[in-house]
């Protein structure tokens, strides 16, 4: 019936905060490490330190303000004040960030370091301050059934604000433009990613009316109790049985030590190809964009794919080419001073390879919890992957230190090969059931 068709529109709109927040956060990965080094000549530990503080911060601030924009009543609604004050915060102290950046260069001063540190740190509080809240918004005017292809269009949007910085960033910083210089000015940079940042939230803004969406979803829901009927089924409190618990804890451990591999590489790979093939962001970027893009359409067929064959064996095959294209990695660019088309391949495979695993994992360990706490149960898969996100910067950041930055790919391809080990004991969370079609393919997707 018309009032179960999901407004396409509407949840584009609504993904504009999350392309805003992605968008931030792929520059983020990107340069900070490269100022902390090139500028301010923090070693690896400490920048792995300052890298990993944005997950920990996490761990508090996502709950924290996801649980006050529930209890928020306002003209706006509940969740836009926070994306309204989160943005315009985060907008402001991130293009403080180049300029001491570049005062720093021109003359070094310690106090000049101290507020950047103090900066970073305010910031990313503000970027904590309105991810909840964004990601609520579109449950908040989406009906329960059609809330996983919302999902689906939200996260397209999160890895639209991705490809836009890497775009961006290509041009501005072509290889040839930055090799060998100095020191790089990436203001222009900032502000570009903040006049998206703000263009997106004031089309958001202007677009969505969230009380009166809200109020419209909330009626809709009242006509439909049995919509709830699967939630109140579940008490929170229920034992798995062991085996299941088993499967469960050494699923979740192969995601730890698969965003290990992964994350240690996306936070490192700027600062490797700077210091070993001497490359700048713009070779650094395209490899990203491409992997990006390579993640982005094979999630489609992905879906197919684990339909027929199951999650898991999808999940083992994108480990095993994982860890295969990071050991590449290595051979690819252990003594190159460029990048080259065969690295283009290895990232786009790349791609491919974390769009197995990610669209995946999530519903194996959901799968799990059948008449329990699925939000529980999520909270652990998060817990999971952040947990890893705050370890592998600290750690890929100090073996890089002791032993050399060639040591990044094969640490990453280690530990994703160990996933796979962990994997073999998982035995429970698989379906061949449910066939995923078109947006509904990218319904799991992790930002």
């Known amino acids: 019936m018309d009032e179960m068709k999901l407004n396409n529109k ?12 992605c968008s931030f956060w792929q520059m983020y990965d990107n340069l900070v490490p490269l100022i902390l080094q090139r500028t301010f000549h923090m070693d690896e530990s400490f920048t792995g330190v300052i890298m990993a503080s944005d997950n ?7 709950p924290l303000f996801g649980g006050l924009s529930d209890r928020t009543r306002s003209k706006l609604g509940r969740r836009t004040p926070y994306i309204l004050a989160g943005t315009a915060g985060a907008v402001i102290l991130m293009n403080v960030l180049p300029v001491l950046d570049n005062s720093y260069h021109e003359q070094a001063a310690p106090f000049k370091l101290v507020s950047f540190v103090i900066v970073l740190g305010l910031l990313l509080i503000a970027m904590g301050t309105y991810r909840s ?20 269009i939200i996260n397209l949007m999160g890895a639209v604000g991705g490809v ?36 997106a939230v004031i089309v958001l803004l202007i677009a969505i009316r969230e009380p009166k969406l809200a109020e419209e979803n ?5 006509r439909h109790p049995e919509w709830n009927l699967a939630e109140s089924d579940g008490s929170g409190s229920e034992v798995l049985p062991g085996p299941v618990k088993k499967s469960l804890v050494f699923l979740l451990a192969s995601i730890a030590l698969w965003y290990i591999g992964y994350n ?18 713009g070779g650094t970027n395209t490899c990203l964009m491409v992997a990006t893009v390579g993640a982005i359409v094979s999630y489609i067929p992905i879906g197919i794919v684990a339909s027929r064959f199951g999650r898991k064996r999808t999940i083992q095959a994108g480990v095993i080419l994982l860890a295969v294209c990071f050991a590449s ?3 690819l660019t252990w003594n190159a001073h460029t990048i080259t088309p065969p690295m283009y391949v290895a990232f786009a495979l790349v791609g491919l390879a974390w769009a197995a695993i990610n669209v995946n994992s999530l519903p194996m360990v959901v799968e799990m919890c059948k008449g329990s706490d699925v939000g529980k149960f999520t909270g652990y898969y998060y817990t999971a992957s952040m947990a890893a996100q705050v370890v592998t910067p600290v750690l890929a950041g100090t073996l890089m230190k002791e032993i050399g930055y060639q040591v990044l790919f094969p640490y990453a391809a280690f530990f994703v090969t160990m996933s796979f080990v962990t994997m073999l004991f998982v035995r429970h969370g698989d379906s061949k059931a449910e066939m995923k ?9 992790d930002d």
């Not at 909330?218 to 009242?222: F, G, H, W």
């Not at 240690?264 to 962001?281: A, L, N, Q």
């Open 218 to 222: 909330q009626a809709l829901e009242k």
């Open 264 to 281: 240690g590489v996306t936070t490192w790979f700027s600062t490797y190809v700077s210091e070993v093939m001497g490359e700048g962001i």
């Open 329 to 331: 990695g290595f051979l």
């Open 164 to 199: 836009l910085y890497l775009g961006v960033s290509v041009l501005l910083y072509p290889a040839e433009k930055t090799r060998g210089m100095e020191h790089v000015d990436y203001q222009p940079l900032f502000l570009i990613v903040g006049g998206i940042m703000l263009v």
């Open 56 to 62: 920990i911060l996490a761990l508090f601030l996502l």
């Open 437 to 445: 079609h078109g947006l509904d393919a990218f319904e799991d997707m």
């Open 10 to 21: 509407r949840t584009i709109l609504v993904g504009l905060a999350f392309l805003s927040i």
């Open 133 to 152: 809240p964004a990601v609520a918004l579109m449950p908040d005017v989406t009906p329960k059934p059609l809330r996983s292809k919302g999902n689906a």
